[in-house]
């Protein structure tokens, strides 16, 4: 019905195409990688405090202090807000479990609340709802890259005096639209941010990198402190900290590419306007939705489809040579590492429907017309 001539495919078809990216910017990558090589200036150094001062110029915050992953950014901010053993954090039940993971190991207590079955974010009234006495932060993810409702999330925060952590791994590059029409850029808009430069992020490096990002001084300096084991001047360890640092060579990779983030962005908003284009009248197909309150990055792009149908329409996608992914199949609160915070048998409902109706189809910054028309030709013909 709709399907479009199909081009012949010859090469594999990746979920995520890092190679192809790198080629279009290897000359100068690679000589950045040498230069930090004969530099000798492998840790920290200038092309940390380099990275750090552009990607806070590109935020609009204050302060970013680079760390080695994206977990380690989650768990730095939270220990930089002081929380003691039995605090509560409220988290989403749907997200990567990294954002909860951390809560629990730094002996916190993660709240998961379910989220907007269209967004797949938390909102401000399902916050509000978990909030009670030993409540002491939010951590709002934005997933797969449009932003949770920060403005109503900030108000209920507000209100209750709490501070928010932002998840920012998915979304680096979009930008929210307050009331107000100000816009800011996500991840700038809680009291901390969090980001991951794991390779496949939309600012990725080629191995393993993180940041945290503050416009308040004070945690900027505890966030750099516990960054640094706790240290206030060398060999003065004021606090428990750990040691998490951004590789030297990573963050000379994240220069190049941080200055190509918003064209990064662009590839990926075309590849997903001609998802949505072909997809969008296969009545059993759901779009990703886009709110009006954030521009949507689109680390990934997920679908909803009928429960019954996803695994076998995956199944037809693989026998075709294109491959999916269902982030994410379980519910965190239904994962044994968290048995011990959820009460047996309880189920968050649009979570539950979210873990069975989602699919991800290939998206990264170098796919072609052909692949895509291949792959929605794919799509559409499972249904038809
Ligand atoms: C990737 C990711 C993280 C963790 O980042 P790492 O660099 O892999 O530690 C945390 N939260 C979300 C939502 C992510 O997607």
Redesign the pocket.
Known sequence: MEAEKDVKITEPIPMVDLKQQYEKIKDEVDEAILNVVSSTRYIKGPEVTGFESELAEYLGSTHVIGC???????QIALMALGLKPGDEVIVPSF?????AEVIGLLGLTPVMVDVDLATFNITGQLVEEAITDKTKAIVP???YGQAAPMEEIMEVANRYNLPVVE?N??AIGSDYTFRSGKVKKSGSIGHIG?????PS?NLGCYG???AIFTDDDDLAAKIAMVANHGQSRQYYHDRLGVNSRLDAIQAAILRIKLRKLDHYCQARKSAADYYDQRLGKTIQIELPYRADYSSHVF?QYTLKVPANDRDQLREHLQNKGIPSMIYYPVPLYKQKAFAPYWPQGKVLPHTETLCQTVISLPMHTELTEDVQNYICNNVINYFS
């Open positions: 080695a992953n994206g977990t380690d950014a989650l997200t990567f479990v990294a954002t993810v934005h997933l998840d791994a998915q969090c980001t991951s430069f794991f992020k393993d990198g993180g680390h």
